[in-house]
């Protein structure tokens, strides 16, 4: 038997390759590496990790219990600290979302009249709003089933109450706001809304002013804007006293906006305005608005104003200003039609400012009544020839006489003599170149230069009414103190207040000052009858019954727009009884096209409103004479050599 052969024996022999390791120690072929999936840990230590927790639940219910402490840890320290360290503060805050402060208006006083009637006042109203989120869960019982309507259906319930339609109404109930959609609402309709029980319809309150009286007294009483402030007029003169104080309601408020009942309290009281009482009478202010509305209408003016003024108190009975407005709808009207004219107008008198200049004469003992005048038909002086409004022959005229026939040539001879600094002092103290003291807002003090500022021809212009400036109060108020045997009392237009408490308080009387003497005053009077006399330009102003005095005015007018003059202001202002007087009637109006003079178109609207101002106030006819004057050389001619005659034909020597 042949032995085993050694290991690497046989025909390898001669070779020696490794030995070979145990199957057991051989690593296994690597197989191909797959991507990690997503979300899955990727490496050895996560997967173990991973794995551990697996595999141990003990250790998962431990871990998240320890993280539920952890926030239940961060909610308790939030609630201790909301509760005992900050829970003052949170208190506040929450009390402040739920607290809201409403502002109560104060009702604004009426304006009166003389007697106690309504010229303005102020009412109860609602302003609706829609909580546009609450609406479309509106929900109400339709044949006995409760049903969803919701907008549209609140829009049709609530559209015939605003008068509105509801396709108009719809879309302001659509929305994520709160949305005003009606004003003005009367505490009536709102009763009826409220009982429709709609939820998110609120009402607020508010306040209507209203005018009683309308446009018959809108250019003096005025109006009140939209958001309640004061426009014009006696709202603005008085606002002080009319606004009152707005008061203040503190409440809570829940979730849903309702107010939480028992919460409420106030924190401030309000208190209401006072009513303003004037002086103006009701109907005579009506009466004498339609008689200037007529005439500006008929002579085709551009304005026109009646002032009616008490001679012995200088109380305003009526102060009447045409174009007018409609005080509760004045979004389209102008400017200018919002204002009241006879304060605010100031335009150059004419012959009606001659009583002013003529009285001075008479005062300083220049001229009588009686004094003897040659007027000729040009009279030069300064580098200007003055004329009448028609050419005429020489005439022998009296001061009385130039009066009345209203003749500016025969008015420069009469009052010439009168210095320049002494004559302005006259026309100061008859009221010329100062506001009135009634207090309208804008009005103006007129225009009255300084004698040193006087061009040459002024210097004679002023003495007929031309080269100064006035308003209608102002000029209504020279009359008023020839009227009161020369002493001129300042106008007035307020009566006094009344609280909301019933307290009176009357307006201060207005103290009178003396201008000229009761001689010269009752001798200017005289010659102002004369006017209205059968030789005079004012004989439409007569009233049968009562003696009458007054002057006719016919004024070139000054047009600022234009830059120059153009056209005229026609006027007549006059006093009744004239042995008596009672009431100044001052009637102006302003560029009348059909006719323009002051004794054609002012002379009968002031006859119509004295005869109803004597009327109402039942003033007793005159039992009296008017005293006769000499207007001119009834027999023969003035002697123009004789030193008393004031001879405008004698060339002058200064």
Known sequence: MTPPKPPGTGSSAGKRTAPKKPAAARKPAAAPKKPAAAGKPSTPAERRRRGALVANPHRRVRFMLVAAMFVFTVFAAQLLRVQAFDAATVQEAAFDKRVVTDVQPALRGQILDRNGVVLASSVERKTIYADQKVLPTYSRKIDDTKSVVGVVGAAQQLAPLLGTTPDALVPQLMGNQYRIIAKDITPIAWRQIAALGIPGIYSEPTTSRVYPAGMSTAPLVGFVQKDGTAGGGVEVMTDGALKGTPGKVVYQRAQDGTAIPGTDEVDQPTVNG???????????????????????????????YVVVQEVKTGKLRAVASYPTYDPVDVGKT????????????????????KVMSMSAAIEEKVVQPTTQLIVPNRLPRSDTSFK???????LNLTVAGALAMSSNIGTMLATEKVAPQTMYDYFRKFGVG????????????????????????????????????????????????????????????????????????PAAPQQGVRVVSKDT?????????????????????????????????????YDASAGGYSGFTASFIGYAPADDPQYVVAVTLQRPVQGHFGGQLGAPVFKDVMTYALQKAQIPPTNSAAPVIPLNSADAAWDPNDP??????KKRTR
């Open 334 to 353: 102008g400017a200018d039609a919002l204002a009241n004219h006879a304060f605010q107008d100031v335009y150059e008198p004419g012959s009606t400012g």
């Open 434 to 505: 100062s506001k009135s003291g009634v207090g309208w807002p804008g009005e103006s003090a007129g225009l009255l230069a300084k004698p040193e500022d006087w061009s040459g021809s002024q210097r004679y212009t002023l003495l007929f009414g031309q080269g100064y400036s006035l308003n209608a109060i102002q000029a209504a108020g020279v009359y008023q103190t020839i009227a009161n045997g020369g002493v001129r009392i300042p106008p007035s237009l307020v009566e006094g207040t009344t609280d909301a408490d019933g307290k009176v308080t």
């Open 388 to 394: 009448d409004d028609v050419d005429h022959p020489t």
């Open 644 to 649: 008393a005659v004031l001879n405008g034909e």
């Open 274 to 304: 006072s009513d303003v009482r004037l002086t103006i009478d009701a109907d005579l202010q009506w009466y004498a608005q339609n008689q200037i509305a007529n005439m500006v209408t008929q002579s085709q003016a551009l304005s026109g």
């Open 521 to 557: 005053a009752t001798k200017v009077s005289q010659m102002l009858e004369e006017v209205v006399g059968p030789h005079g330009t004012g004989l439409k102003a007569k009233i049968d019954g009562y003696r009458v005095a007054g002057k006719t005015g016919t004024a070139d007018r």
